[in-house]
């Protein structure tokens, strides 16, 4: 028997506590198909005496990027005041995409989505996965071929017994093989691609960090490959400056949130 703590419920409410309001559900526009999962992430470019700066991006996997005109969900938690609107249309989706090379990832810098709401009379309150919990080198190779509890939050397309796009957080398993690849094993519901894998990594005594090991890629058979967030980070490194502002991170003001709801799919 493993002498490893079960952190379980702790890790979903630590997920919940820190990315909660970070994913944000869409499809093609006006169609059935594409569903996926994007989720707001905080490239760090500099620390000092005055703060964190930082370029914000949309991350989500490739593929489903690849549509002309998409729509978002505006998830009420994520939107002050909330919208008229529940949907957010967006035309030339392909073109606002960077694709980050050999990874099946995409990325979109924020600019554009902050200066509609700033239209539109509203403004985002998003968490975003941010550098610390993004995983580094040495969280990857700390994986290996024994299979770790990982837990993704994303958004399906509803099962008749919950409202479609709501958020879910999924149970599965995270393997690295001998080449380095990451994988998924377990349930990925439609709409979950693109979607933000996290693992809870045990510290001295009864602790842990909460780590985010990567985005969820298409797959098959119940196996999906993982684009580790150690080479996402390398890959927008290499783009250019210009790819997206970069912003001062200011604390939020503390605003009382309604009570998340957890739905637990289980592998198998």
Not at 71 to 77: A, C, I, Q
Not at 93 to 100: P, Y
Not at 235 to 258: F, H, I, K, Y
Request: glycine content about 12%; charged content about 20%; some cysteine.
């Amino acid at each position: 028997m493993s002498d490893t703590p079960d952190f379980r419920g702790e890790t979903v409410d630590a997920i919940i506590g820190h990315a909660g309001r970070a994913t944000l559900p869409f499809k093609r526009a006006n169609r059935d198909e594409q569903h996926a999962t994007a989720f707001w992430f905080n490239d760090l470019v500099d620390t000092t005496s005055e703060g964190e700066f930082v370029r914000q991006f949309l991350v989500t996997a490739s593929e489903p990027t690849k549509v002309e005109t998409a729509e978002f969900t505006l998830r009420h938690d994520l939107c002050a005041p909330v919208p008229s609107s529940e949907n957010l249309l967006m035309l030339d989706f392909a073109g606002g995409w960077t694709h980050l090379d050999g990874l099946g990832v995409a990325v979109m810098p924020t600019g554009g989505l902050h200066a509609h709401g700033a239209r539109k009379g509203w403004h985002w309150t998003t968490d975003e996965i941010t550098d610390g919990i993004a995983a580094g080198p040495e969280d990857i190779a700390g994986l290996g071929p024994n299979p770790v509890t990982a837990y993704l939050l994303g958004h399906d397309v509803g099962t008749g017994k919950r409202p479609a796009r709501d958020q879910a957080v999924v149970l599965g398993e995270v393997t690295r093989t001998g080449d380095g690849s990451v994988h998924w094993t377990g349930t990925l519901p439609q709409g979950c691609v693109g979607a933000p894998v996290f693992i809870d990594v045990p510290l001295d005594g009864n602790s842990f960090k909460l780590v985010c090991v990567g985005v969820a890629l298409p797959g098959e058979d119940g196996h999906h490959t993982i684009a580790p967030f150690d080479r996402i980070r390398t890959a927008l490194r290499a783009l250019g400056q210009d790819t997206a502002p970069v912003l001062a991170v200011t604390e939020p003001s503390a605003q009382p949130r309604e009570p998340k709801r957890r739905w637990w799919q289980r592998r198998g």
